[in-house]
C-alpha cells in the first residue's frame, strides 16, 4: 500500500522561504513521478509542479514558476518543494501525489494520480 506522508508546513511571511518534504512508502519509489499539489480556502485543487522518475524533468505551475523548486532524492523515498519569495496568494494545503503507473510523462491534472498525503498547512502572512 503507497503511503505518502508530508511535512515541513507552517505558518510563514510573505517573502519567506519554506520547504515541504513528502516521504513514500509502499513501493519503489524511483519508478514513479510525483507532483505537488495546493488547495486554497473555498478554491479548488490546482497543480504545483510534477518531477520525473530521476529527477532529470520537472514541470511548474505558472504561478510557482521561478519561486518553487521540486526535488527529490531517491535513495530517501522522499520528494521535496522548495517554497521561496512566499506571496499570501500561496496560502493553501500543500498534497504531495504519486499516479499509479509508471510513465515518463508528467502529469498536471489530479485526476491523473491516485495516492495523496493527507496534506500540510502553509499560511502566509502579509
Known amino acids: 500500500q503507497v503511503q505518502l506522508v508530508e511535512s515541513g508546513g507552517g505558518l510563514v511571511q510573505a517573502g519567506g522561504s519554506l520547504r515541504l518534504s513528502c516521504a513514500a512508502s509502499g513501493r519503489t519509489f524511483s519508478s514513479y513521478a510525483m507532483g505537488w499539489f495546493r488547495q486554497a480556502p473555498g478554491k479548488e485543487r490546482e497543480f504545483v509542479a510534477a518531477i520525473s522518475r530521476s529527477g532529470a524533468r520537472t514541470l511548474y505551475a505558472d504561478s510557482v514558476n521561478g519561486r518553487f523548486t521540486i526535488t527529490r532524492d531517491n535513495a530517501k523515498n522522499t520528494v521535496y518543494l522548495q517554497m521561496n519569495r512566499l506571496k499570501p496568494e500561496d496560502t493553501a494545503v500543500y498534497y504531495c501525489?504519486?499516479?499509479?503507473?509508471?510513465?515518463?510523462?508528467?502529469?498536471?491534472?489530479?485526476?491523473?494520480?491516485?495516492?495523496w498525503g493527507q496534506g500540510t498547512q502553509v499560511p502566509v502572512s502579509s
Open positions: 501525489a504519486a499516479p499509479s503507473i509508471s510513465s515518463y510523462v508528467l502529469l498536471t491534472t489530479d485526476t491523473g494520480y491516485n495516492y
